[in-house]
C-alpha cells in the first residue's frame, strides 16, 4: 500500500480529470475505477513542487536509460520518465504505488504533449513464443509467472494510454517489428477505440538509422501523426557501420527454434534507444505540436466546440475485452474505499480543466 502524504484540505486539483474527459473514459469502456484514481491525496499531493501545472511534454513509461526524457530536457523542454530499474517500485506499474505515479504522470503531461512508452516485450517477441506461447491465435500466451506479469503491465499501460487519449495526449509505442502486442486483445482494443475518432498508425524502422549498432527492426504505434516521419532507408554507409559493430549472431538450433548468442553486455545494450531516436521523436513531436491547428484538430475529433462529446448517438463501442480482469485492479479498489473511508478522496471533476 502507498505511503499516504498528511492530509489537508485544498481547492480543486489542477491535475483533476473533466467532466467530459471522465465521461468519455466511461462510455469507451474503462474501468469505473479509473476517473476517480486522480481525485485521492495520494495522486494530487505526493509528488514534486512544480506538479500543479500541466507543463510537461512528454512522459516518458517503461523509459530504460531515458533517451527520449533526456532528448527532451536538452532541449529546454519538461520531461518526466518512469522506469523500474531507476525509480524502484514507483516505477513498476505493477504496484500500487508504479500505477498511480503512472497516472499522474499521465495527468501532468499538457495537451498535445506526447506519451512515449517502451514496455518489456520479451514474451511479446517472436523469438520468444515458444516458451511465452504467444501466438496470433493466443495472444495471452501461457500460465508462465513473467508472462502472467507482462499480461499485467500490458493491459495497466492500455489504461495510462485510454487515459491519455481523453486528455487529448499522443501517444507512442515502441516495440520490435516481431512483437505480438498488436494481437494483445487489451491492446487491440485500444487501437480500435482511438481508430473511430482520429488514425491508428504503425510504422516500422531500422534503429539503425538513428545510430544503434545493431538493425533493430523496429515499430511504433499510436495516434501522432507525425510517426510515418521516423521511417528512413537503410543506406550502405549504415549497413557497412553495423556489419563492423555486430556482436551478435542468429543461430538455428536443430529442432528449428532460433537462438540469439552473443556477448552479454552487447545483446542487454541493443535494448537501448540510441539518443539519436529521442531526438527525433522530440524533434518531429515539437514541430507538430507548434503548427497551428493541429492541437484543435484532436480536439474537435473528441469532443464538441460548444461542449459535450463528438459522438454519433448510434455508434456503440467495442466493449473491453474479460472486463479488464488482466489489470488485477482489485487491490486499487481496495485502496480507493479505504482513502474515501479516511477521508483522503475529494471528488474533483470539473468542466473545463482539461
Known amino acids: 500500500m502507498p505511503q499516504r502524504p498528511a492530509h489537508r484540505a485544498h481547492p480543486v486539483s489542477p491535475l483533476a480529470l473533466s467532466a467530459r474527459a471522465a465521461q468519455l473514459l466511461l462510455i469507451l469502456g474503462g474501468p469505473g475505477i479509473l476517473p476517480f484514481l486522480h481525485c485521492v491525496d495520494y495522486v494530487v499531493e505526493n509528488s514534486s513542487h512544480d506538479q500543479s501545472v500541466r507543463e510537461t511534454i512528454n512522459g516518458d513509461l517503461f523509459a530504460g536509460r531515458g533517451a527520449i526524457n533526456r532528448a527532451f530536457i536538452e532541449d529546454g523542454l519538461k520531461s518526466k520518465a518512469i522506469d523500474k530499474e531507476t525509480s524502484g517500485n514507483f516505477g513498476d506499474i505493477t504496484t500500487t504505488e508504479g500505477f498511480l505515479r503512472s497516472i499522474q504522470l499521465v495527468l501532468q503531461v499538457k495537451e498535445g504533449g506526447l506519451i512515449t512508452a517502451g514496455p518489456p516485450c520479451g514474451s511479446f517477441i517472436f523469438l520468444n513464443m515458444f516458451t511465452s506461447g504467444r ?10 509467472g513473467y508472462v502472467v506479469e507482462a499480461n499485467v503491465i500490458t493491459t495497466r499501460l492500455c489504461l495510462l494510454l485510454l487515459l491519455a487519449f481523453v486528455r487529448l495526449v ?72 553495423v556489419k ?111
Open 170 to 241: 499522443l501517444i507512442a509505442v515502441e516495440q520490435p517489428l516481431s512483437t505480438l502486442m498488436q494481437e494483445f486483445p487489451y491492446f487491440k482494443w485500444l487501437a480500435g477505440i482511438v481508430k473511430h475518432f482520429i488514425p491508428w498508425l504503425s510504422t516500422s524502422f531500422s534503429m539503425a538509422i538513428f545510430g544503434h549498432a545493431n538493425m533493430k527492426p523496429t515499430v511504433v504505434f499510436g495516434d501522432c501523426p507525425w510517426s510515418y516521419r521516423l521511417y528512413k532507408k537503410v543506406t550502405p554507409a549504415i549497413r557497412k557501420r
Open 244 to 354: 563492423k559493430s555486430k556482436k551478435t549472431v542468429r543461430k538455428y538450433s536443430k529442432n528449428g527454434r532460433t537462438r540469439v548468442s552473443g556477448i552479454a553486455s552487447v545483446l542487454r545494450k541493443s535494448q537501448v534507444y540510441p539518443i539519436g531516436f529521442g531526438r527525433a521523436v522530440r524533434d518531429h513531436h515539437m514541430k507538430w505540436m507548434k503548427s497551428p491547428g493541429s492541437v484543435e484538430t484532436i480536439r474537435r475529433a473528441l469532443y464538441r466546440p460548444e461542449g459535450g462529446l463528438n459522438i454519433d448517438p448510434s455508434w456503440k463501442p467495442m466493449k473491453a475485452p474479460y472486463r479488464w480482469r488482466h489489470a488485477r485492479l482489485s487491490e486499487l479498489t481496495d485502496f480507493l474505499n479505504s482513502e474515501k473511508k479516511a477521508g483522503r478522496y475529494h471528488p474533483l471533476i470539473q468542466e473545463g480543466l482539461d
Open 135 to 144: 501466438t496470433k491465435w493466443s495472444p495471452l500466451g501461457n500460465k508462465r
